[in-house]
């Protein structure tokens, strides 16, 4: 099994949504724009023949604004992984923070319903997954919680390069242990390891370590928390 610090976890924010263009925290779900649509794209010409060829996993939040992000902007990673057996793993745990309508994700069988999230692994959309209560709390303990257990399980995972698409507050917890405010653009893509093996973690942090920059295609477009 490869050691945490020699890992890779390539961190992603989503492309520009909706509630990005008029700060409209309102919509439900919110969903990429067209220009979001087309940054995701670009995404995938400048990684195609880089980290597209070598990770080992891809896994996103649950919002749409993430998983279109995920298949557009990591098509060729996508279609290797499928490939050999490997759906990409939607996961609840990494959704956004704050409990804004443009934050709390759809029911399990409305995205089953959506032909464009056809193939992605919603197994773990459990029926309180958008709830933001108990676990999916949008308080700071709660939220400082989550972070670490993504941590966690990004560690524990035995891939060595693993892709994530998440959302620039869930990454600010995840990276930073708290909502730093430190910017995150869309579509932009950070390699980091981490910083102990967990035999070493007695605390079980988890902590990463920034390695790299890998891209950006879009601008630190605000998140809920400026209004939250």
Not at 33 to 59: N, P, S
Request: aromatic share 6%.
């Amino acid at each position: 099994m490869t050691r945490a610090t020699e890992k890779r976890i390539f961190l992603t924010r989503h492309a520009q949504a909706e509630h990005n263009v008029e700060d409209d925290y309102s919509i439900h779900d919110a969903p990429l724009t067209a220009l979001g649509r087309e940054q995701a794209r670009k995404l995938h010409e400048d990684v195609k023949d880089t980290i597209q060829q070598t990770a080992d996993l891809l896994v996103t939040s649950g919002l749409r604004r993430t998983m279109s992000t995920a298949i557009i902007g990591y098509a060729t990673l996508r279609t290797r992984l499928e490939a050999e057996g490997k759906a990409v793993v939607v996961l609840p745990q990494l959704q956004e923070c704050n409990e804004f309508p443009c934050d709390r994700g759809s029911s399990k069988e409305v995205l089953e319903a959506d032909a464009e999230f056809a193939g992605l692994d919603l197994g773990n959309l459990t029926p309180d997954w958008n709830s933001k209560k108990g676990f999916y709390a949008s308080d700071s303990k709660a939220l400082k919680a989550r972070a670490q257990w993504n941590r966690q399980w990004l560690r524990a995972r035995p891939e060595r390069d693993i892709v994530v698409v998440a959302h620039g507050d869930c990454l600010r917890y995840i990276t930073d242990g708290e909502n730093s405010l430190k910017p995150w653009a869309n579509c932009e893509v950070r390699e980091y390891t981490f910083a102990v093996d967990a035999e070493e973690d007695e605390a079980g942090v988890a902590w990463l370590v920034l390695v790299q920059k890998v891209a950006q295609e879009g601008a630190d477009e605000p998140t809920s928390s400026a209004r939250a």
